[in-house]
Every structure is written in C-alpha cells, then in structure tokens.
C-alpha cells in the first residue's frame, strides 16, 4: 500500500475518532465521574471540536504512516493525551474544576491509543518502496 493511502486513511480514521470522542466518549465519561461539569463540556466544545479534531486527524495520518501496533498506539495516543489535555484545559478554567483536565487527557489517551493499536496494527510496519 503506498503512503499516499495510509495517509489518508489514517487521517480519514484520525478525523473519526476525534469527532466521536468529542460528541460521544468525554461526555459519557465526564458524566460518569464528573457529573458537575457535563455542562462545562459541552460549553467548551462548541469552539474547540474542529481544532481538537485536527490534532486527531494528524495522529491517526502520523499513526497509519508509521505503521505497527507499538508505534501506531503510542502517536495516536500522543494526540489523543494532546487534544484530551487541551479541552480539558478549557473545561477547567471555564469551571475551577482541575479533576476535568485529568480526566479528559487521560481518556483522549486510552482512546487514542486503542485507535493507534488498530490502525498502526492493520497497516503493519511500514517498509520502503
């Protein structure tokens, strides 16, 4: 498979996640342990989703590039620790609430490296052509 192909993919793959971690996982789980805050989440993420989703974007088109479970789990997860971190950030100085910056970079790290290990694993290491 050339570069041209896991780039996009990766990034197609990248763009998913973040938009669903977004709209779907930091909501559930900031409800879940933070329920004081879940107003504060989506307040922040009106203007931050489009951004944070570029930085998904690039771990998974990094990810996919790189390729291998290992590799791709770590630069996935990396974006994921980088976009859960920043809109955490946001959260917590929107609310004084410092436990929503652990809670979103944490999950934006699981999340992420989940994604890595399935895209960086599905296109196996990459090798010159």
Request: overall charge positive.
């Amino acid at each position: 498979m050339n570069k041209l192909n896991r780039l996009v993919f990766g990034g197609v793959i990248g763009l998913m996640a973040g938009v669903s971690f977004h709209l779907t996982v930091l909501p559930f789980v900031a409800e879940s342990i933070l329920p004081d805050v879940l107003s504060n989440v989506y307040a922040s993420m009106n203007p931050a989703t489009l951004w944070l989703a570029a930085i998904w974007m690039s771990g998974g088109a990094l990810a996919a590039w790189v390729g291998g479970a290992r590799r791709g789990g770590l630069i996935f997860g990396l974006g994921g620790l980088i976009a859960g971190a920043l809109f955490g950030l946001s959260m917590a100085l929107s609310s004084q609430a410092w436990a929503a910056l652990l809670v979103a970079a944490t999950t934006g790290w699981l999340y992420g490296w989940g994604a890595g290990l399935l895209v960086g694993g599905g296109f196996g290491p990459a090798v010159k052509s």
